[in-house]
C-alpha cells in the first residue's frame, strides 16, 4: 500500500471529531494522538543550531546536546556541505532525543542589525540563505527527522512582533522575502512550514491565504504542513481556510471545541478540516511512528558524540571571519612568545556560544577563549587574564557555580519547591535542583496549571568581595531575599501578557561568605507565558573599580593582548530587538585602553550581529567570532595561531553607523513597519547610494592570498537551459587556504530599478600554495530576472549583463559582459 493510499484509508476511519483534534497541540510541544487508530504524537522540539532538550516535556527525554555556531556562524561558512554533515548530526541528535520534527531553520532576511533574532538567521541576501537553507533541511531530513521552516514570512524584528504587520510591495516580497523560502521548499522539501507572529499587509501570516494556499502550495507545490508559531493563531475559521493546519502550542485555543461547533453551525466546510486533516496525517506516516519506527529515544549515545564536537568545532573554524590584520600580527607564532594577554568581559566563563531565547541550547560545557589558548599553547608560554571591564546594561543571569542548594541538596544551584495553585505553603507539589532561576514556561507552566507558584532557596556565595546588583527579570510577581529581608519586588499588572519587567537591588557581599537566599515567583493571572530570571553582576561604584587599570597593565606587560569583547547574555534574544549597534558597557574604553599599551592588539567579536567600531584605527587586528558553539574557544585558538586559515566571510553588511542601514527611516514601525528600502536590502543598498560600509557583505581576510583569472561563458544561456561561466582561482600565498569565489550578476537595461548587482553563485575551495583550479557556475533563467508585480511573474529581459566575479561585494577580482537574446 502506497503512503498515499494508507493515508487516506486513515482518513476515512476518522470522525469528525477525531480530525478536528489532529489540529492542535497535546502540550507544549506534542501533537494530538488518535488512541483509537493508534495514531501517536509526534514531538517537536526547539533548535536551529542544537537540540534544545533542557526543560521538562511530558513524552520526551531530557538532556544536555551539542551546542554548534549559530545560523549567522551556518552561512559565514559559505558552506553548504559542511552544512549538509551539521544538519544530518541534528538530525541524528532530534531522533536520540526522541523527537520527530526540530523546529528549524531560520531564514529570514536581516533587513535590519538590531533585530533580535539576527544570530539565528543566516544573511541579508536571499541565495546565500536559501543555499544555506537546502543544505541544512537536506542533512537533517536525511536522518528521517522532519524540519519546520520558519517564519514565513517577513518576520524581521522582535519589535511588536506578536501583532505588526509587515507592509511590503509584492516585488520586495517575491524578490528578498520570499525567495529563499521558495528556494528551500523547492529544492529539500521541508516537511513542516511555520507562520510567523507578524501580520503581513494587514493579515496575519497564520490566515493569510495569498501566501499559504496561492504561493507556498500552489505556486511553489508545498505538499507538507502548516504549523503556527507558539500562539500565533487568533482565529477558528479564517486560519483553517487560509492554510493553517496545526495549532501550537496545545491544548487548543480555537481548534478544539470551537472549530467543531464551526463545522457543524456551517461556518466551514469539513472539506477544509479533511485537507488539513490530510496533511496532518501525511506528516504522521513520514515520521515513521505510525508504522511501529520508534522516535529512537534510547540512540542517547548520539548526542554529544566525540564527532559531534568535532562537527561543532570544524563549522566554527569555517564561519569566524577576519575582518583586519594590519602587519600580518596573525597568526601568532607560538615559538616567539613568552606572555599573551586575554582580556575583556567575553575572554572566560561570559563568553557566548548562542544568542537567547528558544534557539538557547544547553550544551554540556563550552570551551571559552582563555581556556581555548591556554590548552593549546599549555606551560610554553605564560597566559594571563583580566576581565577590564562589564559589558552588560542589564545585569547577567546568575551563575550555577554562585549557588549552592538548602536542605542538603548535593551540587551547585538551588532547591526549587513548585506548587500548583498561585500559593506558597509549607509542603510543595515538586520538589527538586534547579540550577538557576531561569525559566521561561508556556501558558500550561511547570506543573501543567496555569496559576502556580514557584521558591527557590539556598545560598549565594560572591566570587569577590565589593558592591553586587541582585535583580529580576519576570512576568507576573517575583520577589528576591537576601539573609531574610526583601531585596527585589517586581510585579506586573497582567494585562500585557507578553510584558517583562526587570528591577535589581544593591548588596555588599564579602569573598566566601554564604549569604541565604529565597527566591519566590507567583503567578496568579493567566498570562499567555510565564518568564523568571535571576540576574547577579559585580557592580563597583566607579572610585573601587581598578578593572580598566589592571588589564591595561597586564598588556602593556605582554607579547600581545587579545581584547574578547561583544553582547551580554540573551542581549541578542527572540522576544526584544537590541537598543543600538554600539558595544555595551565600558568595552570601547576598554579596547582604546588596551590598544594604547600595547601596539599588537587584537581584538575578538561575540556577537550575532554588526557593532560600531570608532577604534577601528587604533587596533591591527579584528577577528568576528559571532556565535561559535560550544567548541568555539578550541576554534579561535587554533586560528590565532595559525593551525587554521581563517575562511569565513560576512552574510551581512556592516555599517559605519546605524543612519547609513537601509531600513533606517522605517524601523522600528509601530502598527506597521514600512519596507519602504523596497528590494536595496543590504549591500544592494551600500552599493546603491553609493555609501561606504565599514565592512561589506561577503568579506573576510586569509593568510594567504588568491589570484582570480580566466572568467569566459562556457556554456551561452538557453531558453529553459542554462548559462555556464568558469573562472580560474590560484592560491598566490605560502599558506594551505580556502577561498569563497563570489559571483554576482549586474543588469545594464532593465525596464524596472535593479540593483547594482545581486549574488548570483558561489563556491568555496582549499588550494595548496601554488595550486590554482578552474571553477564553473551554472547561471539559470532566474539569476538574470526580476520579479514583475504588473507581469504577475519572473522576466528575463534580453539585453547585457555583467558577470562579476570576486572575493566580496566590494572586492570583484574579474568581470564580462554577457548578451542575453
Known sequence: MTLQQRLEELLSQLTLREKVTLLSGQSSMLTMPIERLGIPSLAMTDGPHGVRADREEVGRPTGLTTAFPTGVSMAASWNPELIERVGAALGSETHAMGCDILLAPCVNIVRHPLAGRNFESYS????????IGVAYVKGVQSEGVGTSLKHYACNNQENERMRGSSEVDERTLREIYLSQFETIVKEAKPWTVMCAYNRINGTYASENSYLLQEILRGEWGFEGAVISDWGANHTIVESVKGGLDLEMPGPAKYYGNLLFEA?????????FINEAARRMLRLILQSGKLEGKASRPAGAGRVNTPEHQALARELAEEAITLLKNDGNVLPLKAEALHAIAVIGP????????????????ISPYFVSPLEGLKAKLGDRVEVRYAPGCSNYRLPPVIRRDYLTPANGHQGNGLKAEYFNRPVLSE??????????????????????QSLYAVRWTGSLIAPGTGRYLLGLANTATARVYLD??????????????????????????????????????????????????????????PEKDQRLSQATELAAKSDVAIVCVGMPESYESEGIDRPDIELPGAQVELIRAVAKANPKTIVVLNAGAPVSMPWLNEVPVVVNALYPGMEGGAALARIL????????????????????????????????????EGIFVGYRHYDLRAVEPLFPFGHGLSYTSFEYSDLKITQPLKRGGAAQVAVTVKNTGTLKGKEVVQLYVSDKQASLPRPPKELKGFAKVALDPGQSTTLKFDLDERAFSFYDPEQKGWVMEPGEFEILVGSSSRDIRVRLVMKVD
Do not use: C, M
Open 124 to 131: 541579508e541576501d536571499p541565495y546565500l540563505a536559501g543555499r
Open 263 to 271: 463545522i457543524t453551525n456551517w461556518q466551514i466546510d469539513e472539506a
Open 346 to 361: 567575553n575572554a572566560a566563563e561570559d563568553f557566548l556560544i548562542s544568542g537567547g531565547g528558544s534557539a538557547r541550547v
Open 427 to 448: 509542603k510543595p507539589d515538586l520538589e527538586r535542583l534547579d540550577a538557576r532561576p531561569d525559566f521561561w514556561w508556556p501558558n500550561e507552566g511547570p506543573l501543567g
Open 484 to 541: 531574610g529581608k526583601l531585596l527585589v519586588e517586581s510585579a506586573t499588572d497582567g494585562q500585557d501578557s507578553f510584558k517583562v519587567n526587570v528591577n535589581s537591588g544593591t548588596a555588599e557581599l564579602v569573598s566566601g561568605q554564604a549569604y541565604d537566599l529565597r527566591v519566590e515567583f507567583i503567578k496568579n493571572t493567566k498570562d499567555n507565558f510565564s518568564l523568571i530570571r535571576l540576574l547577579f553582576a559585580f557592580d563597583p561604584t
Open 641 to 676: 595561531l595559525g593551525e587554521v586559515n581563517p575562511s569565513g566571510k560576512l552574510t551581512t553588511t556592516f555599517p559605519k553607523r546605524l543612519e547609513d542601514t537601509p531600513a533606517f527611516n522605517n524601523y522600528p514601525g509601530q502598527k506597521e513597519v514600512h519596507y519602504g
